[in-house]
């Protein structure tokens, strides 16, 4: 970015597990890094991590791309100007604070100041305007967890387009790298030898805040295809009797086919992991209580507050609150009665492999139903807040670096380049098709978890998502009916224009009609 060899490009303040990583990113990218954090060891140890990896695998010991800096004040006259500063500290009080620090130490009205955490994306709005005076306040949300900041994550960069300008580069060389053909994620796991080639998992996404917006959904629609994939765990454990590493097994194979992602490889794995103390199954040792950070939660509350269907994120959510009530489920398991003599291989007439293929099928429209919601919820807000995302580009910038990646994103790529427009995932052609296809699978497993006993509220509620839009009248006719009744709330009538208001006197004995 200069050629200053005493200045550097970028500063990176807060060195924990994602600042660190993606420090390194950006140093094995050929750009030189200023690194700060309040705690001194880790200053250090990101460093000599750097040192150690530049010997080691380019046997370089001269060119050092991290300098570990003492201050915040320090760290600011390390840098070309205007300068840029990442930050990676947690979400909340400490930008702010951070943001202080930068102020007292002299940043300037031209320098740009990145938050990288997991932010409330209406924080980053109100920072935006907060600061405007001291400096161009950035966001970009990452996505890939460690690893993917280390060596490719999934960004989502919003705010000024002067800063997104002038870290365009940086962002391009440090992201995720796609097959721009096939879609599948390129990837390389070699310190000093980051991949250059392919399509870069990042775009400019819009104005303030909307960057932390696809970045809270994309993460809402990853608690729903967790709990996914978890569900048909449940199913396969205690319908079929399967062991954890059968299960696995099944899983490696869905993940070979149209169910591919970074989650179904992963959860295989984890299924197959025997425990290093007992031996027995580790998910089998591993407490059934389910923590969350939040972002799920907020996805769930944005989609009630602007009235935007997202049944399967929200009972994401719900599944995770209802793990933690263990003392609860384990008291009511001995009190509430369940089904009786039936199991999910009496339902097929012992035909294990058939259930195995409905569930496969169940699983793949869950998915797309999931991702629908998702997606709506962006372009609803996106309409309420004026923001131009551009759907296709999100779709390719989630298909490497970040933890929903996935084959089935290129379909969804596609299906937005085919009509930029499309109101709802569930009207483009391939997935209309493939769903009604695939519909009566997926309700048999549906049927037989009900019919077993074993909870499945997200593969049941996206299916209730669909059919709720596949129905063409639904009875809230009957409740917008009760609404009036009891609180004259008004309808509109079917037989007059759209807009007006009607008002039937309930309480009198004529019950005359008025419009309202």
């Known amino acids: 970015m200069n050629n200053q060899t005493e200045l550097y490009d970028i500063g990176v303040v807060g060195l924990g597990v994602m600042g660190k990583n993606l420090a390194l990113n950006i140093a094995d990218n050929q750009y030189r890094v200023a690194a700060?954090?309040?705690?001194?060891?880790?200053?250090?140890?990101v460093v000599r991590q750097e040192e150690l990896e530049r010997i080691k695998y380019l046997n370089n010991t001269a060119d050092a791309r991290i300098n570990g800096c003492n201050n915040i004040s320090e760290m600011l006259s390390k840098l070309e100007k205007p300068r840029v500063v990442l930050l990676s500290v947690p979400a909340g009080a400490p930008v702010d604070g951070v943001c202080k620090s930068l102020i007292e130490a002299g940043i300037e009205a031209d320098d740009i100041v990145i938050d990288t955490g997991n932010s409330l994306w209406t924080d980053t709005v109100e920072r935006e305007k907060r600061y405007t005076n001291?400096?161009?306040?950035?966001?970009?949300?990452?996505?890939?967890?460690?690893?993917?900041?280390r060596f490719g994550p999934s960004l989502m960069p919003s705010g000024s387009l002067t800063a997104w300008n002038r870290i365009e580069p940086i962002w391009?060389?440090?992201?995720a790298k796609v097959d721009a053909k096939t879609g599948?994620?390129?990837e390389r796991f070699e310190p000093g030898n980051p991949v250059k080639e392919g399509e870069p998992c990042t775009t400019y996404i819009g104005p303030s805040g909307s960057g932390h917006y696809v970045k809270m959904v994309h993460n809402g629609i990853e608690y729903a295809d967790m709990q996914l994939i978890c569900e048909a765990y449940q199913l396969l454990r205690d319908g079929l009797g399967y062991t954890p590493a059968q299960v696995g097994k099944v899983f490696e194979r869905w993940n070979a086919g149209s169910l591919n992602s970074y989650l179904m490889e992963i959860s295989a794995d984890v299924l197959q992991q025997a425990d290093p103390l007992t031996g027995a199954p580790l998910v089998d040792m591993i407490l059934d209580k389910a923590g969350q950070k939040g972002t799920g939660l907020w996805t769930a509350v944005s989609s009630l507050q602007i009235g935007c269907p997202a049944p399967t994120i929200a009972e994401a959510v719900y599944a995770r609150a209802v793990s933690t009530q263990k003392s609860q489920r384990q008291t009511l398991s001995q009190q509430l009665a369940g089904p009786t003599g039936i199991s999910i291989a009496s339902l097929n007439n012992g035909d294990e492999q058939a259930f195995i293929a409905q569930l496969e099928n169940a699983l793949y429209c869950a998915k797309v139903s999931c991702y629908a919601q998702g997606f709506q919820l962006m372009a609803m807000q996106a309409k309420e807040q004026n923001w131009q995302l551009d759907f296709a580009e999100i779709a390719k910038i989630w298909r490497a670096g970040c933890i929903i990646r996935a084959t089935f994103l290129q379909s969804i790529t596609q299906a937005y380049q085919q009509d930029a427009a499309l109101e709802n995932l569930l009207m483009a052609e391939t997935f209309a098709e493939a769903l009604s296809e695939k519909q009566t699978d997926w309700r048999y497993a549906v049927s037989a978890a009900v019919m077993s006993g074993i909870p499945a509220p997200c593969i049941s509620s996206a299916l209730a998502y669909y059919d709720s839009y596949r129905c063409e009248r639904l009875p809230a006719s009957l409740l917008q009916g009760q609404r009036d009744f009891f609180g004259a709330h008004t309808f509109e009538r079917t037989d007059k224009p759209a807009g007006e208001k009607y008002h039937l006197n309930w309480s009198s004995e004529s019950r005359t009609l008025d419009k309202v």
């Open 36 to 45: 700060f954090d309040l705690d001194a060891d880790k200053v250090q140890g």
């Open 134 to 149: 001291d400096f161009l306040f950035f966001s970009c949300a990452v996505s890939g967890g460690e690893v993917g900041a």
């Open 172 to 175: 391009q060389a440090i992201a």
């Open 184 to 186: 599948l994620p390129i």
